[in-house]
């Protein structure tokens, strides 16, 4: 056949005209390519990110009075509560690692695809199960209980749809369980001739230490929600202290996953700055081994630290001592990369492209959300500050200042290998700097609150902290619009984006090799590595300038 | 490919130990050896389960990512029981409640607070 | 031994899959991600082992008594004793480790008819265990030691003692779920080695089975002395 032999025009890539409809959907949705499933998990993500931005909505809409008048607290609770849970288990814990890590570790270590091509299809499917369910629970009345499940709340006392959103949340662990392991695997076994753990780009260290959470740390999750599920629907006592049970017992089991968990979050978005920062300053990545090995220290030490969530609870006072300590240690890796990062920039040329921007303000927002961490692993302060704004801000400063920040920046930098088209470049800019602004108009002000002691998770406030809820509920109009617009001009760019060539912004890495988008082997020969990662120089060529109405 | 065929007078050895750790624990479950009958019965288990490991599953034989895989795991099941049971170890003497007191009153909450 | 060479790729195995170089890879790819797995049972039944853990440092009299409750209840015959049945299921088990250690090695040694016939002994094992299993639910159901609104227990605190029974039934119960898929994962292996599709080249998914069923048997190990012996002795 001579459509064997003749190579696919780019631009048929992802959909090929003459064969049809139903083809074209069997092609996507029976598809082994793990470029594809990433981008079926795009869609699925982004869904669900708008969802709950949706309900982030509601949340800052109530509070721009005093008053609980758009919703009673009952409503309050619910909205709340889904958006934690559609937010961290169905838009941050999936992001980066199942769309753009799906999409780029293959291409990065030079594979023809994941090792397990199937089990990362039925990853994807088992996902949207989950999906299917968390959206169930959310129609049918949604859940109240915050997106930590207490106990004995989630068991006694919660009315609401505790059950299938625990079973969403048992299935959606199986996905990341999944995800994980593929990495894992293809990460030791895939790489190509020459590719040593030492020229891997980063990008593979930091979801190789991510992937070792997903894959240690869920399983405990899925026990946890069993447990919880038992409890609640035979009342046998495992976490009701009348029974003779203890409910710490349940926070200790969901804080060994929840607080690894952060870092499930944030070490895929540590990982798309050190590529974007290296190549838009065309500099080598200073200290590449302190780099790569603290994700692997924060993969590590992120387990040791969960008694810190704990210090106001029955939890005894020398398990308090010494998860202080470690969640301080915690904090060196980090330090570590956020340094290397800014020295890589020293002296570089930079280059202040759409995508570099979400990685400077990633760097900002991501030192402010750090260093408030450190407030609250001191257990004296944390008495003060816990279950306040401050503790909101500062793990939104982490979670949106940085993954999120990270997620939307990697779009950028890799929308044109897997889309094949350049975006609008000033429009990109204007959006980053929509979010940056945005964002802390939004959230600054919620470290103020919770100073003040402005208590989380209240409908109703004094009226002294009026100012500040406004000021927030604001800045999130900001935020939404700063979302909105990259939504309008990536689809735009589909359609009348200039054609991208292989390597837009001059960027080392073997995904920068292949073409826009990438055949569906990835590479017509395997490549062989010879050369370190990010071996930039100031004299490499700029940056691809689209012509056009662009 | 090729694997290390391991001979099927080792397979049998290693049954015949297991039975015997088996008998052992059973047998010395009757013995009253105070707190260290848990670390008795911890240790024979242990010992049947790196039997198991190490032979039935070939582990002596694999790859040392395998060996390191295995480790790991176990290691990280470690850190989750040694600090959940250091907390409860250090606990005040007011913790567990007594099985009989019920949830507290309004007045004794109160006096708590 | 097969060279570990991309240039030349083994294209002459059906086994090979596509976005692998040698089928040495694919094994090794395999192993890894079975192990992985397993890594992953062994945190998830590690979850059930700290709250064990937990409750029994809290409660160390009525874990004792409850213990001793469950392996030899007052008034029942000697074969009806669950630390008997516990012991002869936990031989059981032991000896269908054997048979599928055995197993994987005929696979490696191309021995078709003894691979399937070794499968089939180690099915008809894992059923023998669950059958045992089931007669000893059924037998604390008889004496009210299932959690919830019916159960009775005399000898100590009743609502920490339902937390001991809780956990035995959580662990036992999932463990018995974890046989049941491997019967489904024997029975698969069974009906792919009589239709000859493993060779000493390609028997990966033998080796899998057996790496879950061995696995299995190690978690019994340690449910075995923690629910049934810790309450024999006076």
Partial sequence: ?550 | MEHHIIPLRTYFTIFGALLLLLGLTVGVAFLDLGPFSVVVALSIAFAKAILIVLFFMHVRYSSRLVQIFAATALLWFFFMISLTIADYMARSGDWPPSPDSGPLSLAEERRLW | MAQHNPAVPTQHSPHLAHHFDTLEQQYDAANAGMWLFLATEIMLFGALFVAYAVYRFVYPETFFEASRHLAIPAESPWYLRSVFLGTINTTVLLVSSLTMALAVHAAQTGKRNRLVWLLLATMVLGTVFLGIKGLEYFLKYEEHLIPGPNFIFEQANRNQAQLFFLLYFIGTGLHAVHMVIGLGLLAYLVFQSRKGRFTPEWFTPVEMGGLYWHFVDVVWVFLFPLFYLIGLHE
């Avoid at chain 1, 509601?58 to 008048?69: C, Q, S, Y």
């Avoid at chain 1, 959606?172 to 369980?177: E, T, V």
């Avoid at chain 1, 924060?298 to 969960?306: C, E, N, R």
Wanted: aromatic content about 18%; overall charge positive.
């Fill in chain 1, 1 to 550: 056949m001579s459509s064997i032999s003749t190579p696919r025009p780019q631009d048929n890539f992802y959909h090929d005209e003459k064969y049809g409809f139903r083809p074209w959907l069997k092609s996507w949705l029976l598809t082994t390519d793990h470029k594809r499933i990433g981008i079926l998990y795009m869609f699925a993500i982004n869904f669900f990110f708008a969802i709950g931005g949706l309900l982030a909505t509601g949340i800052r809409a109530e509070l721009v009075t005093p008053a609980a008048d758009m919703v009673n607290s009952e409503v309050y609770n619910r909205i709340f509560t889904s958006h934690g849970i559609i937010m961290i288990f169905f838009f941050l814990i999936p992001s980066i690692p199942a769309t753009l890590g799906n999409f780029l570790i293959p291409l990065m270590i030079g594979a023809k695809d994941l090792a397990f091509p199937k089990l990362n299809l039925l990853s994807w499917y088992i996902f949207m199960l989950a999906g299917f369910f968390a959206l169930y629970t959310l129609f049918t009345g949604g859940i109240d209980t915050g997106w930590t499940f207490y106990t004995p709340y989630s068991t006694t006392y919660a009315n609401t749809g505790v059950i299938p959103m625990g079973i969403a949340i048992f299935i959606a662990g199986f996905s990341s369980i999944l995800t994980g392991l593929n990495f894992i695997v293809t990460i030791h076994k895939m790489r190509a001739p020459g590719m040593t753990w030492f020229r891997m780009p980063l990008f593979v260290w930091s979801h190789y230490a991510t992937s070792l959470i997903q894959v240690l740390g869920t399983p405990v999750l899925a026990m946890t929600v069993i447990l919880l599920a038992l409890e609640r629907i035979f009342r046998i006592g495992i976490f009701d202290p009348q029974l003779g049970g203890d409910p710490v017992l349940f926070q200790h089991l969901f804080w060994f996953y929840s607080h690894p968990a952060v870092y499930i979050m944030l070490l895929p978005g540590m990982a798309i700055i050190s590529e974007l920062i290296t190549c838009f300053s065309r500099k080598r990545i200073f200290g590449y081994k302190f780099v790569a090995f603290s994700s692997l220290a924060i993969a590590i030490f992120g387990f040791l630290v969960w008694g810190h969530h704990m210090f106001t609870s029955s939890q005894s006072v020398f398990a308090g001592m010494v998860f202080s300590l470690i969640s301080f240690v915690v904090a060196v890796p980090s330090a570590i990369k956020v340094f290397n990062w800014t020295a890589t920039m020293y002296k570089g040329r930079i280059y202040y492209e759409a995508p570099m921007l979400y990685a400077l303000g990633f760097l900002g927002l991501f030192i402010i959300g750090g260093l408030t961490g450190l407030f609250l692993a001191a257990t004296a302060m944390d008495v003060h500050l816990h279950d306040t704004y401050f503790v909101v801000a500062h793990f939104h400063y982490i979670m949106v200042g940085g993954t999120l920040m990270a997620y939307i920046g990697g779009l950028h930098f890799w929308w044109p290998k897997i889309t094949g088209r350049m975006y609008s470049e000033i429009w990109g800019r204007i959006s980053a700097l929509v979010v940056f602004a945005g964002f802390n108009l939004a959230f600054f002000p919620q470290f103020i609150l919770g100073q003040l002691g402005m208590p989380r998770r209240y409908s109703s406030y004094p009226e002294e902290f009026q100012i500040y809820h406004v000021l927030s509920s604001a800045g999130s109009s900001i935020l939404a619009i700063g979302y909105a617009l990259p939504v309008v001009y990536l689809l735009l760019s589909l359609k009348f984006g200039p054609k991208a060539p292989s390597n837009p912004w001059g960027a080392t890495g073997l995904e920068w090799t292949t073409t826009s988008p990438p055949p569906t082997h990835n590479f017509d020969k395997t490549p062989v590595v010879t050369e370190e990662a990010y071996s930039y120089n100031p004299q490499d060529p700029g940056i691809f300038r689209a012509q056009g109405k662009w």
